[in-house]
């Protein structure tokens, strides 16, 4: 069984808040990849990155994203820096894959000083949200097949646009488009 719908994009884009109303618009479980790492792992995400560095974390987070795109068959998100795998991305070949997109003043203002993002919890998270944005963007699009905005938008109305989106049926690679 495969997700119905995976969600990608950086922190404070939304994939968790949008996932669980698509789940429930979609009538579908709601998985998100953070909490299989958290469950597996026995301790926050924060702990892991302080206590056995990024690089553990993100073999985990591989790991859970193999599974749980091998067997979950609702909605799945992703975290935000799962796509830095290589075979994360390319397993993400063939799967409905939504990049919802934040600018950076927002993303910054949604994810505030918040613990639990270690990545974005040092001195100045705004030039790290830089950094991060530019690093990823062409991966996001390099695995996304589709795009939905959501700066200043509510995440019932991400929610309809996704839906409307998956509607359409297209799932050619944004990268591929005209
Ligand atoms: C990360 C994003 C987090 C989480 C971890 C690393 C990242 O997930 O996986 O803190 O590298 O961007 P969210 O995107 O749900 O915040």
């Known amino acids: 069984m495969s997700p119905h719908v995976v969600l990608i994009g950086p922190p404070g884009s939304g994939k968790s808040t949008v996932g669980r109303k698509l789940g429930v618009r979609l009538g579908v479980a709601v998985l998100d990849t953070d909490t299989v790492v958290e469950q597996r792992a026995g301790c926050t995400v924060a702990t892991i990155f302080t206590r056995d560095g990024e690089p553990a974390f993100r073999a985990l987070e591989e790991q859970a ?18 796509v830095l795998s290589a075979r994360t991305r390319t397993a993400l070949a063939g799967h409905t894959v939504v990049l919802l997109e ?20 040092g001195l100045n998270p705004r030039a790290t949200f830089k950094t991060l944005l530019d690093a990823r963007m062409p991966l996001y699009r390099e695995v996304a097949t589709h795009t939905v905005l959501t700066d200043g938008r509510s995440a019932g109305a991400v929610t309809t646009e996704v839906l409307q989106r998956l509607q359409e049926g297209t799932t050619m690679r944004e990268d591929d488009r005209p």
Do not use: F, K
């Open 65 to 82: 994203v193999a599974d749980s795109l091998a067997t979950h068959p609702g909605v799945l998100s992703l975290g935000g820096g799962a």
């Open 102 to 121: 934040v600018g950076m003043a927002e993303g910054v203002r949604r994810t505030g000083m918040s613990s639990a993002r270690p990545l974005l919890a």
